[in-house]
């Protein structure tokens, strides 16, 4: 039977070993991905409990029209790949799929998190009616920024992009934040 510290410092350990796992997985993917810059629109600069911090959306994967799903029914909890094209300097969604590609195409791997089908009802509305936007979250909306530096600062007027890493399953890390073409903050 295990005692009290010797249960105490499995934990700990346990802990440490969950952490090095999440490291190791982000350094794979910085040093294995394609890198894409994609254009975000910032929602939130500041936080009073969490500091100074930037949640935003992606301007061309983050809201999707069904249609692009190809008439796949999409739910709401679902993961899906998104097949990325380039136009310009940008990253767009060219497709949503519920499996992943197999011919090396450039895709993010994002979970519905509304705008998919829940019930029977929704489904033969979104038939008849030609679908919805669909709302993709891809673990990549947030970014933390030094100290006071986000105070006062607006993202207004401005062109915000984020340099984000993926991998081939799709996974990414949010790398850089750029405003009007210079890196921020």
């Known amino acids: 039977m295990l005692t009290k510290q010797t249960k105490f410092i499995l934990a700990i350990v346990l802990q440490v070993i969950i952490i090095f796992v999440i490291i190791i997985f982000k350094i794979s993917i910085l040093s294995g991905g394609t890198d894409i810059l994609l254009?975000?629109?910032?929602?939130?600069?500041?936080?009073?409990?969490?500091?100074?911090?930037?949640?935003?959306?992606?301007?061309?994967?983050?809201?999707?029209?069904?249609?692009?799903?190809?008439?796949?029914?999409?739910?709401?909890?679902?993961?899906?790949?998104?097949?990325?094209?380039?136009?310009?300097?940008?990253?767009?969604?060219?497709?949503?799929?519920?499996?992943?590609?197999?011919?090396?195409?450039?895709?993010?791997?994002g979970k519905v998190v509304s705008g998919g089908t829940e019930t029977q009802s929704d489904i033969i509305s979104n038939q008849n009616f030609g679908g919805s936007r669909i709302h993709v979250v891809y673990g990549i909306e947030e970014y933390f920024i030094p100290e006071g530096k986000g105070q006062g600062f607006s993202f207004f007027n401005k062109e915000a992009a984020a340099r984000v890493i993926v991998d081939e399953n799709g996974n990414a890390v949010l790398k850089q934040i750029y405003v009007d073409n210079k890196s921020w903050p």
């Open 39 to 109: 254009q975000i629109e910032p929602v939130d600069p500041r936080d009073m409990l969490r500091g100074d911090y930037t949640t935003f959306q992606y301007s061309n994967i983050s809201n999707l029209n069904s249609y692009i799903a190809g008439g796949q029914q999409i739910r709401n909890g679902e993961t899906v790949y998104v097949v990325l094209r380039q136009s310009g300097k940008y990253w767009l969604a060219q497709n949503v799929q519920k499996t992943k590609p197999l011919n090396g195409e450039i895709i993010l791997k």
